[in-house]
């Protein structure tokens, strides 16, 4: 690594913040703010689905920087790893056949 | 039901779910130290930031030496989801002090808010029963996250170098993911988002993920604004 000690703990700092002030935006302003508006609500219930496929497909699909479909262990072992997550919904059972088929891969 | 009653009934309906994010917070803690930062830096970014998914994706971005203003901001995209839980909970806490409420904030977590929220629909009416059970779910959480991240940060550093720990991480994610793709506006969020993120890999300042974040966001709300406009449309 790479980034500066000062960048690491300036970013832990400014997210920590942030990310509190997000925590305690409607516990502490209810009575001031009232309700969410509903476009806010469905937007924010949005998140979690467009952050976590952002995070992962790039992860799979380009693990080196560049889209790779050919040669790609992180492909085959993430298209099994889906296939679990999809099923079981279980954290441990999909990390498990992700790392197991990306080392089986990497033998091959 | 006393404050002690409350307190225990939250931490037993948290146990299942600190199995779960065990192996999540391992991860987080081992990460950290593969991406190079120091065991200190591990641990302040789990207390201080305390929100699993921000920390993974912030690691990340720091091991690709992205700038802080990218870091931060992806961060907070991550994290507006905590917006919905505060606004959601705020009204059955609204009697708890203030200050009380402010120290409730920071042990805020997509668990804890669950947890809570559909013990209070199932007819936990009192304020001082709401508070302590919370608080019985919350604290746990924070206390398990922790010591996994510490763990996972200890342990990370001894495991073998075959070992693609680095991969660990999306895997996370799409765990996650599974259970977040509900009905079709969210399913075109996720596949907006994953698409506009792969495309956007070679953006600068590694802006990708947060360019695929916010069109996903865009694309979902837009669908499902879209969808209940037409429910309600006479046919």
């Known amino acids: 690594m790479t980034a500066s000690t000062a960048v690491v703990w300036s970013a832990v700092l400014l997210a920590g913040v942030g990310t509190y002030l997000l925590r305690a935006s409607f516990l502490l302003l209810f009575e001031r703010l009232g309700e ?11 998140v979690p689905a467009a952050v976590l496929a952002a995070l992962v497909v790039p992860a799979i699909l380009a693990p080196d920087g560049a889209i790779a479909l050919v040669g790609n262990d992180r492909l085959f072992a993430g298209v099994a790893a889906t296939a679990v997550a999809w099923y079981t919904e279980n954290i441990v059972a999909t990390i498990l056949v992700g790392l197991v088929g990306v080392v089986l891969l990497g033998l091959v | 039901m006393s404050r002690a009653d409350a307190l225990r009934a939250g931490g037993r309906a948290s146990a299942p779910v600190i199995v779960g994010i065990v192996p999540f917070g391992l991860v987080a803690g081992a990460a950290a130290i593969a991406a190079g930062l120091s065991l200190l830096q591990a641990v302040g970014l789990s207390v201080v930031v305390f929100a699993g998914a921000s920390q993974l994706a912030m690691i990340d971005l720091l091991a690709r030496e992205a700038s802080l203003v990218v870091v931060v901001g992806t961060a907070l995209v991550i994290n507006a989801r905590l ?7 705020a009204p059955d806490l609204l009697e708890v002090k203030l200050r009380v409420r402010a120290l409730l904030a920071y042990v805020l977590t997509d668990q804890a808010y669950a947890l809570s929220v559909t013990r209070y ?3 936990l009416k009192e304020t001082d029963q709401r508070l302590w059970f919370y608080v019985g779910t919350a604290v746990p959480l924070w206390v398990a996250w922790q010591i996994a991240t510490i763990a996972g940060a200890v342990v990370g550093a001894q495991l073998p170098s075959w070992l693609p720990l680095g991969f660990a991480v999306p895997l996370v994610f ?4 599974a259970p977040a793709v509900q009905d079709r506006p969210s399913a075109a969020a996720a596949i907006a988002g994953g698409a506009i993120a792969t495309l956007g890999i070679g953006l600068p300042y590694n802006l990708g993920l947060l360019a695929g974040a916010v069109v996903g966001i865009a694309v979902g709300t837009g669908l499902a604004l879209n969808e209940r406009t037409s429910a309600e449309a006479p046919a």
């Open chain 2, 174 to 177: 799409l765990a996650l993911l």
């Open chain 2, 83 to 89: 917006v919905m839980y505060s606004a959601s909970i």
């Open chain 1, 36 to 46: 969410v508006p509903p476009a806010v609500e469905t937007a924010l219930e949005m």
């Open chain 2, 121 to 123: 629909r199932e007819g």
